[in-house]
Structure formats: C-alpha cells, structure tokens
C-alpha cells in the first residue's frame, strides 16, 4: 500500500522517531511499535492482508469516525486512517493515516 500523512507530526514520528511539536510526544515503545505498525501497512499489498494478523485488531469504526478504519499500536493506542482503492490497470490503495491516538480518551 501507499501510505501518506495527513499530519506533520505523523511522518516525523515515522522518519525521526520524534516530534517537533510539543503536543505530540510519546513514550520511545510507543514511537517505536507505531514505525512496526506502519511498515506492516505499507508491506500489505491491500487492505484485506491485515485482516488475519489479529494483533493489529484492525477495525472499521463507526459513528462520528464512520469511514476510517484503525489498527492498535499497543493496548493503549492506535492508529487511525483512510483507505481508498482506484482500480486502474493496478489495484492501489492509499492508506492516509490521520492520528495516533489514545485509545481511551
């Protein structure tokens, strides 16, 4: 898949492991489990390869979040993103991811 960042924040984490805003710092685990996460997105060739990998405990939410899908990072966050499919002579499916977020609040 293609991933693409709807934040700053998001690829920083992804590319530097940090974030140079001060509203978007988290545990080194944290940083560190949220770069495994994301590379299982981009090695996924499409959306329904992480279907079966059940410690990602992939989700299509529903409500206010209707149309975005999540991943778990680790018990406590999870990633939230987008998904859209264009059927050319490939199939591509873009992955925006748009937050790390704690799961809880």
């Known amino acids: 898949m293609i991933v693409s960042f709807e934040q700053p924040y ?5 590319e530097t492991g940090k974030s140079y805003d001060k509203k978007h710092r988290f ?3 944290v940083i560190e489990k949220y770069k495994e996460r994301i590379d299982t997105l981009k ?9 079966p990998i059940t410690s990602l405990n992939y989700k ?16 406590k966050y999870r990633i939230e993103f987008t998904v859209e499919r264009s059927e050319n002579d490939i199939l591509l499916t873009v992955c925006n991811i748009q937050e790390l977020s704690n799961h809880y609040k």
């Open 10 to 14: 998001l690829r920083d984490l992804y």
């Open 27 to 29: 545990q080194p685990p």
């Open 43 to 51: 090695k996924a060739h499409r959306i329904e390869d992480l279907f």
């Open 60 to 75: 299509v939410l529903q409500g206010d979040k209707q149309g975005i899908s999540s991943i778990r990072v680790n018990q």
